[in-house]
């Protein structure tokens, strides 16, 4: 008797610990500065550690996943919800078809499992969005650290680029979208000193993005600025506005001109083009050569297979032949997996008329919700729908000729930012944006 006394007490204890956990779990799904506080550490992060952004991201998804199963005061999705969630949700499936036909790969799975996995925390941040000055400011930060790093690592450490704990290109690719998203923190921020915050991150990112070689980030630059001048036409006024446009225009022929990095870049791509062009084989083996021929394989693997696409083993196949039979040369097989460097070209390759099929609506989706945000409002809700706007065309740039969403971390911080801005300008008033 005694005994089971005993039992029934300690099972009480533990259930009192559960219950206390649970409201723990519950307190976190509507505490906005918990929210704040993860999307800021999702960029502040971003660069400058080997898995700080990764982390935020999983703690978001835990209590998310809470959220979806346990509590049933859910905010209701509308038409445009779930359109931004079925974007998402067929980015994931357009791997199926492949990773079955290979043997249930579970590489496959791991390309598009962020935009799966972030459909949760939507929901959560429709019901919780974080502020937007946050958002802003782990941009700034973001920015800054970014910077230190770069520094280090190609001044201190003498490597020839900068790479953080990444890849330079991606590097590269995520200091240009920090420099974009602190930009539009100049114009949402409407303290001095925050603003001088924001323009000092703007400046950092891009000069961290110099250090990396990047010429994807190089090229995005100029068209992002010319996307926020056309966003900003009617504040700037005729006379700004022409100014502006001058600047942005010599911009990159200044960049050419005064930074030894930007022009040793842009003549190693010209002369690869220029010795692409001559129709040498010998000659056609350098990165941009390489490409081309990577993209050349990538539109033969599609009309294999139009619908589905080729998976690796297929494609790794289809490039042998394609070699035997001259169409390619031959350096196309030292790459993996036969990967298009080309975001485009890879799931045009890969996944087929569905998968370039998804990968247009994850960009367009949310690209065309900021955009119309962004000419209909004014004020800190365009500034964010700005930010929005530069961010997803950024990525649509930088798939040109890289595949950056292929990558863990770069996947990741693209689908929780873009969640997270969706769901603020959702919910103008809770995200600080208006008074």
Excluded at 220 to 246: C, D, F, H, M, S
Excluded at 399 to 411: C, F
Aim: charged share 15%; net charge positive; aromatic share 14%.
């Amino acid at each position: 008797m005694l005994g089971h006394g005993y039992k029934e007490r300690a099972r009480g204890v533990v259930n009192k610990k559960a219950e206390a956990e649970l409201m723990n779990i519950k307190k976190l799904i509507d505490n906005n500065n918990f929210i704040s506080l993860m999307v800021f550490l999702s960029l502040a992060l971003l660069l400058s550690t080997p898995g700080g952004s990764v982390a935020a991201f999983v703690m978001l998804l835990l209590v998310a996943l809470f959220f979806l199963f346990r509590d049933k005061d859910k905010p209701e999705l509308n038409h445009t919800d779930k359109l931004l969630v079925f974007s998402f949700v067929f980015m994931f499936l357009t791997v199926l078809p492949p990773f079955v036909s290979d043997g249930f790969r579970g590489r496959y799975l791991d390309l598009s499992l962020r935009f799966l996995l972030v459909v949760p925390i939507l929901w959560l941040l429709l019901k919780t969005p974080p502020k937007a000055s946050w958002l802003f400011g782990g941009a700034v930060v973001g920015c800054i650290s970014s910077f230190v790093l770069a520094v280090y690592q190609y001044f201190y450490a003498g490597m020839p680029r900068a790479d953080g704990f990444l890849y330079s290109i991606n590097f590269g690719y995520l200091a240009c979208s920090l420099a974009f998203l602190s930009f539009s923190g100049m114009i949402f921020f409407e303290r001095a000193r925050w603003k001088f915050f924001a323009f000092v991150g703007f400046a950092l990112a891009m000069f961290s993005m110099v250090l990396t070689g990047t010429r994807g980030a190089y090229i995005a630059v100029p068209v992002l600025a010319v996307l926020l001048i056309v966003l900003y036409r009617k504040e700037l006024g005729a006379k700004l506005l022409i100014l502006v446009t001058v600047a942005t225009i010599s911009m990159p022929a200044a960049s050419y001109m005064v930074v030894p990095q930007v022009q040793q870049r842009f003549d190693v791509l010209i002369n690869e083009l220029v010795n692409y062009e001559s129709g040498d084989a010998s000659k056609a083996y350098t990165s941009s050569g390489l490409r081309l021929e990577l993209w050349k394989a990538a539109i033969e693997a599609f009309r294999q297979s139009p619908l589905y696409g080729l998976n690796y083993n297929q494609r790794e196949a289809l490039n042998a032949q394609l070699v035997d039979d001259g169409v390619v040369i031959p350096q196309v097989l030292t790459v993996s997996r036969g990967h298009a460097h080309s975001e485009y070209f890879e799931v045009l390759a890969g996944r087929g008329l569905l998968g370039i099929t998804a990968l247009f609506m994850l960009f367009l989706v949310p690209g065309v919700i900021f955009l119309r945000k962004a000419m209909s409002t004014c004020g800190k809700e365009k500034a964010l729908a700005a930010a929005g706007v530069t961010f997803v065309a950024g990525f649509m740039v930088y798939g040109i000729s890289e595949a950056p969403l292929q990558g863990n971390v770069i996947s990741g911080c693209y689908a929780l930012t873009v969640v997270a801005i969706y769901a603020m300008l959702k919910r103008p008033e809770a995200a600080g944006l208006r008074a």
